[in-house]
């Protein structure tokens, strides 16, 4: 178990997070147009997972129009914008922004991803969410970087992320 805070106070999370070099766990997860969708999905393309415990939140937000902005700039690579919302929210919340550069994917069906990417939020009064993420796989899965983020209301290593590409 990993502990993160929220707001300063300490949050247990369940799972381990994928590390570097390591082959990424498979997922389904649910998108825009409500079907499943795997890592088998993306085959071929570079992938940066932006795991956000809710699209409706001022952090998880940002990070979704940072990684769109620059989503633009990558070669053969998707952003995956990954949170338990229920895609119709999430698709809501892109159309509103004008965010056409990321995929929205939910776990709203099959919370296992949680516990397969070390996210799973057990307690506190997020309890059922994911925690803050980013995790950066290459075109065969291979988790380039992976970052955990210590503090849920503070925004992800943008540099580094973006970085482990090149």
């Known amino acids: 178990m990993t502990t993160v805070t929220l ?3 300490a949050i247990h999370i369940n799972g381990h997070l994928p590390q570097p070099t390591q082959t990424a766990p498979d997922f389904s997860l649910v998108a825009q147009d409500l079907t499943d969708k795997t890592l088998a999905d993306y085959a071929g ?6 795991i956000v415990p809710s699209i409706d939140t001022p952090t998880c937000a940002q990070s979704t129009r940072k990684f769109n902005e620059q989503a633009s700039k990558l070669e053969n690579t998707v952003i995956l914008v990954i949170s338990a919302d229920l895609p119709f929210a999430m698709t809501r919340f892109c159309a509103a922004e004008g965010l056409k550069n990321v995929e929205i994917l939910s776990t709203f069906r099959n919370h296992s991803f949680h516990l397969a990417y070390g996210v799973d939020i057990s307690d506190g009064i997020l309890r059922g969410l994911t925690a803050r993420a980013v995790v950066v796989l290459d075109e065969q899965n291979k988790v ?8 849920i209301k503070d925004e992800p290593d943008y540099l580094s ?4 590409l090149h």
């Open 7 to 9: 707001g300063g106070q």
């Open 144 to 151: 380039l970087h992976a970052q955990l983020v210590p503090e």
């Open 45 to 50: 393309k570079r992938k940066i997972l932006n």
């Open 161 to 164: 992320a973006l970085a482990s």
